[in-house]
């Protein structure tokens, strides 16, 4: 049985569409990431599931049972706000005690729900400390001991990590998995940071203008994207256009004005306009007289340092926009500001969609 | 483990925390705010219909009975503008300086602007007088501004100075509070891209806080336009003789000297009563409406810059001169005044023969309506705000939210006269203690509401969020978070209806002759003695305005204790 159902959830602030009719299922001990671009509707859509904000059409269901009408306390979920909201004037251990104080547990009970709790957080030691005292990243793991201690198996988390810095970000993701995992709790978190997703969820949903637009496993969603939006949303890719002449089970054959292009398999037919898209850490420079399909000259126009790459933006008469190369430091040193290159894109590597319904270049915008 | 208590709880929050139940207790506060504030407020208006033949056989056609009512209005209204004009022009400049300059005992000037709200009005009205005014017949003055150019007798000038200091610490707190919320940011970056500071100052800061403006003009014209007691006493003892109709009077004052013959027994008075009254609540809350409207739809209309001339006035001697007259302003025209009546106290003898059962009767009259007063504020006006804040109708949140204020803007006097009239119309006789308590209920329950709502809208609703998902329902997530967390705000509120409270003269004389509370008392104590014609016995009134003003003192600064914690905190 799924833990969380939706079904058509629609909602609308002052006209304004924020969640279009989502259907969605989490299965049972699921750790699912919905990542989406801000103002998406992530957070409305986490809201409208913890009973916090009330859907305009559709239901919730938990665990099978249709919740949509009931107040947040009464659905058995919990869920942890981007500020965590450890409330101010309670020590740490009254935080973790509150849940279970206000639903009535006995009170050895709720000591040794609280004990465990903040064992497994590694802050028992701190626990008398109020929360103004605790570092950013104490306060975010006494925040999720305080909503394991609510004994759900349910959990929501709205960009539980947002409010910490970069190196602790990293730290801490991956310890969030592996608490629900251990405790068999069913996970929703809510990010805008597609590594986060990937790293974290078994699959991500992709949210966008309060559409998904795509729900899968984390290297599905990456390598094999439902439309230019998510390939470019998920990494940095290149789009290129063309016209469909042929599809075989192999590849998908087009040609520009000036030229033909080789790639994936596709659903599209001849004469279809299409964008094709490549990773730009699947563009490779050729070395010279080596031969390749989809070869194309390009120009350096700017190289970025990112640390271990090193990241090219090229013109080329194939596209107008700039074309954007990622290469292993080593293999890119060579290559300076103003060089000219020959690139290639494998054809398992050049993916093909159909032109969206409003241009390109309005469904690569981000806002 | 007293599993048995713990059953019986929590049944109880199943049923408190069901819609329905919870429904009914919204509707009930809803009922009671409606029913004991609002109506029992506006209730004279309803003589406007009912009683429009007296008003026009005995009232409008009286010319002379019309002047004295437009000559009181007309003094009321002056008097409330030009000093809420003389706040703005000083406030802002010391508001200014509180907020922006860091340097010792700030804490202690802030404390020393507030020190006049202590002293109830009605000595206030004293003291002022004593200070700046001519007293026929009163031996033995110290000597104040008066001895300089032989004190002013009149009633403008006179009202005018009393009600600087009733209203200037209002002035200068709200325009603060607003300031102090200002990013300074905005200025930096003026002044980096190279305005002066004057030029920053006046194009930036200025137009972002005209709400400030509103709600500082609206306190200050809403409390000059209320006042009775001071406005009595000074009126009293700058005509060295028992107020009449034909005294020089303000609309408050008339509305006391007339309730005086009515009660007395001259019954022909009441359409005249009631129509200068329902006068005074008419334009005041015109006036509100106004002033809002204006403040929020006025644009500071100087955009041009003068760069040289600004620059030259943001630096050297001239900001000097500015400081150094706003705190001129302060000292001369508020502080000393307020408490001028100690320098009298130092120089007179006691009274002979005093009634001290009255004099403490007053003292308890007045500690015991105001706790009674503000407990029933607190037990209906924290759910009030809980529905305003909270409520699923925004709409009704906004309107109950206006509707608040109204007890406010009224002038007390006439609200009290209104109250008075609404019980005694609904047959309820011979309870004035508990009338006049249901007056001051009604003009100290938007402070309550006010604070309040100001909490709740500064809480973060994460909070009370987060503690429904984790299992808590409204009443204990109330109870444990959101409660904690604004009881600075509550207590504020608490303390400002007290003190409100025991300095009021005007609702308490208005709704009964036979209340004494000791603001009533002191308002007494001072009317002529017909015989000798000096005021009966100022130095009763000074001990009376002492002990009043010592313990409003201490709760303004528990408040202010009280409020910097929350600071802290947040």
């Known amino acids: ?367 | 483990m007293g599993q048995g208590g713990t059953d019986w709880r929590r049944s109880l929050l199943d049923v408190f925390s069901r819609r329905g139940v919870r429904g009914t207790g919204y509707g009930l506060v809803v009922g009671f705010f409606i029913f004991l504030v609002l109506l029992p407020t506006l209730f004279v208006l309803s003589y406007l219909f009912t009683g429009w033949n007296d008003i026009q056989t005995v009232v409008l056609a009286d010319r002379g009975r019309m002047d004295i009512i437009w000559n009181a209005i007309g003094l009321s209204f002056g008097v409330a503008f030009f000093v809420t004009f003389l706040d703005l022009i000083f406030g802002l400049p010391l508001a200014w300086f509180i907020v922006r300059r860091n340097f010792r005992g700030k804490s202690l000037l802030n404390t020393i602007i507030d020190s006049p709200l202590a002293v109830p009005t009605a000595g206030l009205g004293i003291s002022v007088v004593l200070f700046w005014g001519v007293i026929p017949n009163l031996a033995n003055r110290p000597a104040g501004a008066w001895s300089l150019f032989g004190g002013t007798s009149s009633p403008f000038w006179i009202l005018v100075l009393l009600h600087l200091t009733t209203t200037f610490p209002y002035m200068v707190r709200s325009l603060a509070a607003i300031l102090d919320e200002i990013d300074l940011e905005y200025e930096t970056a003026a002044r980096i891209s190279g305005a002066s500071k004057l030029t920053a100052a006046r194009t930036i800061t200025l137009p972002m806080f005209r709400s400030g403006l509103a709600t500082g003009a609206i306190l200050c014209l809403a409390k000059a336009l209320s006042e009775t007691g001071g406005v009595m006493a000074a009126l009293t003892l700058i005509s060295g003789r028992v107020l009449d109709e034909n005294s020089a009077l303000n609309g408050t004052a008339l509305i006391g000297v007339w309730k005086g013959s009515y009660d007395a027994g001259t019954s022909a008075l009441l359409p005249a009563l009631t129509f200068v009254s329902v006068l005074m609540i008419l334009f005041s809350l015109l006036l509100l409406v106004v002033v809002k409207v204006l403040t929020l739809k006025f644009h500071i209309p100087w955009k041009k810059v003068w760069p040289s001339a600004e620059a030259r006035l943001s630096k050297g001697a001239a900001p000097r001169v500015r400081d150094g007259a706003t705190f001129f302003f302060l000292a001369i025209m508020v502080l000393v005044p307020s408490f001028f009546i100690a320098a009298y106290m130092a120089t007179s003898s006691p009274t002979q023969g005093v009634d001290w059962g009255m004099f403490t009767n007053g003292l308890l009259l007045s500690f015991g309506i105001a706790a009674a007063a503000t407990a029933v504020d607190l037990l209906l006006g924290i759910p009030l705000a809980v529905l305003i804040t909270r409520g699923k109708f925004k709409r009704l949140g906004g309107i109950l939210d206006t509707l608040v204020n109204i007890p406010y803007i009224v002038p007390s006097a006439a609200l009290g006269l209104s109250l008075g009239f609404f019980y005694r119309n609904m047959g309820i006789r011979g309870f004035d203690i508990l009338l006049v308590t249901l007056a001051h209920v009604a003009f100290t329950f938007p402070f309550v509401v006010r604070n309040v709502v100001g909490g709740m809208e500064g809480l973060d609703r994460g909070y009370e969020d987060t503690a429904r998902t984790l299992g808590a329902r409204p009443f204990q997530a109330f109870r444990r978070i959101i409660f904690p967390l604004i009881k600075p705000s509550i207590l504020a509120g608490a303390i400002m209806a007290f003190t409100r409270s025991i300095g009021e003269t005007g609702a308490t004389i208005s709704v009964s002759g036979n209340v004494q509370t000791a603001p009533v008392l002191i308002v007494n104590y001072i009317k002529q003695d017909p015989s000798t014609l000096r005021p009966r016995d100022l130095y009763t009134a000074g001990l009376l305005i002492a002990v009043l003003s010592i313990v409003t003192f201490v709760a303004i600064l528990l408040m202010r204790f009280v409020t910097r914690r929350r600071r802290k905190n947040a």
């Open chain 1, 1 to 367: 049985m799924p833990n969380i159902l939706l079904r058509g959830i629609a909602k609308r602030f002052d006209g304004r569409i924020a969640i279009d009719h989502i259907d969605l299922e989490v299965k049972n001990g699921e750790y699912m990431a919905i990542l989406g671009p801000t103002g998406a509707g992530k957070t409305t859509l986490l809201r409208m599931i913890a009973g916090l904000t009330q859907p305009d059409e559709g239901d919730v269901l938990i665990g099978g049972r249709d919740v949509t009408k009931l107040p947040p306390e009464e659905r058995g979920l919990t869920y942890m706000s981007q500020t965590y909201s450890l409330f101010p004037h309670l020590s740490m251990w009254e935080n973790v005690r509150f849940s279970p104080e206000v639903k009535g547990l006995p009170p050895t009970d709720t000591d040794r729900l609280a004990r465990e709790m903040l064992l497994l957080v590694n802050l028992l030691d701190r626990r008398d400390a109020f929360p103004r005292e605790l570092s950013g990243g104490m306060q975010q793991r006494t925040a999720l001991a305080r909503a394991l201690a609510a004994g759900t198996n349910v959990l929501l988390l709205d960009e539980p990590l947002r409010a910490l810095d970069a190196r602790l970000r990293i730290a801490l993701r991956l310890s969030i998995r592996k608490l629900c995992k251990d405790l068999g709790i069913t996970a929703l978190h809510v990010t805008h940071d597609q590594e986060e997703a990937l790293l974290v969820a078994d699959r991500v949903a992709i949210l966008r203008h309060g559409k998904i637009e795509q729900l899968g496993l984390s290297r599905q969603v990456y390598d094999d994207p439902s439309g230019p939006f998510v390939a470019q949303f998920l990494g940095e890719a290149d789009f290129f256009l063309g016209e469909v002449d042929e599809v075989t089970p192999e590849r998908t054959l087009l040609h520009s004005k000036t030229r033909h292009w080789e790639a994936r398999p596709s659903k599209l037919h001849p004469g279809q306009d299409a964008c094709l898209a490549v990773k730009s850490e699947n563009v490779r420079v050729l070395k010279d007289g080596e031969d390749a399909i989809n070869t194309f000259e390009a120009e350096v126009t700017r190289r970025l340092f990112l640390g271990k790459f090193l990241g090219f933006e090229m013109t080329s008469a194939e596209t107008t926009q700039p074309v954007k190369v990622r290469l292993r430091a080593e293999e890119g040193g060579r290559i300076k500001e103003g060089s000219k290159v020959r690139l290639a894109v494998e054809p398992r590597n050049f993916m093909v969609f159909p032109i969206p319904p409003g241009g390109l270049a309005k469904e690569l915008e981000v806002e």
